[in-house]
């Protein structure tokens, strides 16, 4: 019987794991995406859920947004 609630402890752990994994590869996709021109900036907005104010111009949102997941500093958005 231990065993058996051991397990189903441990299968709750992994899935949000998980899930954290597969919505990080989903932003680090849009931005490459976004970087190798192949959506523009309102379309990575939109892919990033991210709100567009009227202050912010599109272009900057994203590069600033993008910039917080790219480990390389060097990387221009």
């Known amino acids: 019987m231990k065993s058996l609630f051991i397990i189903?402890?441990?299968s709750f752990?992994?899935?949000p794991a998980e899930a954290v994994t597969t919505k990080?590869?989903?932003v680090l996709d849009t931005c490459a995406r976004y970087r190798l021109g192949e959506i523009?900036?309102?379309e990575a907005?939109?892919?990033l859920?991210?709100?567009?104010?009227?202050?912010?111009?599109?272009k900057d949102l994203v590069?600033?947004?993008?910039?917080?997941?790219t480990p390389n500093e060097k990387i221009e958005f």
């Open 8 to 10: 189903f402890y441990l």
């Open 49 to 58: 859920k991210l709100s567009n104010s009227s202050t912010n111009q599109p």
């Open 63 to 69: 590069r600033k947004y993008c910039s917080v997941f």
């Open 40 to 42: 523009d900036s309102n």
């Open 24 to 26: 990080m590869f989903k």
């Open 45 to 47: 907005i939109e892919k």
């Open 13 to 15: 752990l992994i899935y």
